[in-house]
């Protein structure tokens, strides 16, 4: 037996023997255990199914795919800043490095809006769409656990209701005034539509246990627990930045850029989304003024957001 090969029995012995289990037992499962495969491992032909299509129209299936892509890529960027955010005190080093994945993985939704652009043909999409009512992209929850994690609460409030909340609200409240609720009610009767009914039926528990526990320990609350100095340092404000206004209007403009070309360009008149919400008040960044860290931003900055005058 060779030096390498004892020193990790001795290893798996002691790992074993930490969780009162037997070594020897495990070895032997090796023993019958089948050699892994990229689709085993990967899950492919799983995967690969869940695409199910409710029209026979082709460019249907390009819209599901890409929603599914779009939700991995949300997962990926939980999975970091679950990390990051649960970190105690984390070096600088680690921050960055953190936000930096998060900011790629929303660079890359980003770019990837010429597939939904240009990738589909109008008039198939606005005929699949209606088989879609009343569902809508509003209702990803990933999103919105998104949003949770990467600033205080009082920032996603509706800009209205803003000097009515602080940190003794409720979480029910909150959530009440959440800037996204006013894109789900009747604007005169306040009266919620089916789309937001069922979104908060499905999902109010899991926000409100998000809003609470990240709370303090959100993207902001751990750039603010890094040392004075690297708090202004300019690549890493600038970085901080990147990711707010990527989020908040890179990403978003190009969401509504994409919907205007085929909501309006159909030629079937204005339109309205597939859940009945108001979409470009609801998107367009200039009239939700969804800031992660305003902080970061001069007067002048706050005051043209999500106009084109609005830079990084």
Request: net charge negative; aromatic share 14%.
């Amino acid at each position: 037996m060779t030096p390498g090969i004892k020193d990790q029995l001795d290893q798996l012995e002691n790992k074993f023997q930490a969780i009162s289990q037997k070594t020897e037992t495990h070895l032997e499962g090796l023993l019958w255990s089948k050699p892994i495969t990229y689709w085993d491992y990967i899950q492919t032909d799983a995967l690969l199914n869940l695409q199910i299509q409710r029209t026979t129209l082709p460019d249907e299936m390009v819209f599901i795919m890409y929603h599914q892509v779009n939700e991995l890529l949300f997962k990926m960027i939980l999975w970091e800043m679950d990390q990051l955010c649960h970190t105690s005190k984390p070096e600088t080093a680690y921050f960055t490095e953190k936000l930096m994945r998060i900011s790629r993985y929303f660079d890359m939704l980003t770019t990837s809006f010429d597939i939904m652009g240009d990738g589909m043909d109008i008039e198939q999409y606005m005929k699949f769409r209606n088989t879609l009512t009343p569902a809508s992209g509003f209702q990803s929850a990933q999103y919105r656990l998104i949003e949770f994690c990467s600033t205080d609460l009082i920032n996603l409030i509706d800009y209205r209701y803003r000097k009515t909340i602080d940190r003794t609200t409720s979480y029910e409240f909150a959530m009440e005034h959440l800037y996204w609720q006013a894109a789900g009610k009747d604007y005169h009767t306040g009266e919620k539509s089916y789309l937001l009914k069922e979104f908060e039926r499905k999902y109010k528990p899991q926000f409100l246990s998000y809003m609470e526990e990240y709370n303090t320990i959100n993207v902001w609350q751990k750039f603010k627990e890094l040392p004075e100095g690297d708090q202004k340092n300019a690549d890493l404000v600038k970085a901080m930045r990147h990711y707010d206004h990527t989020v908040n209007i890179t990403w978003v403009m190009q969401h509504l850029n994409t919907a205007k070309k085929y909501i309006e360009g159909s030629g079937k008149g204005d339109g309205e989304a597939t859940g009945g919400s108001d979409w470009k008040k609801y998107m367009h960044p200039k009239y939700q003024r969804r800031i992660f860290f305003p902080e970061l931003w001069s007067p002048e900055e706050l005051a043209s957001w999500g106009e084109e005058k609005n830079v990084e």
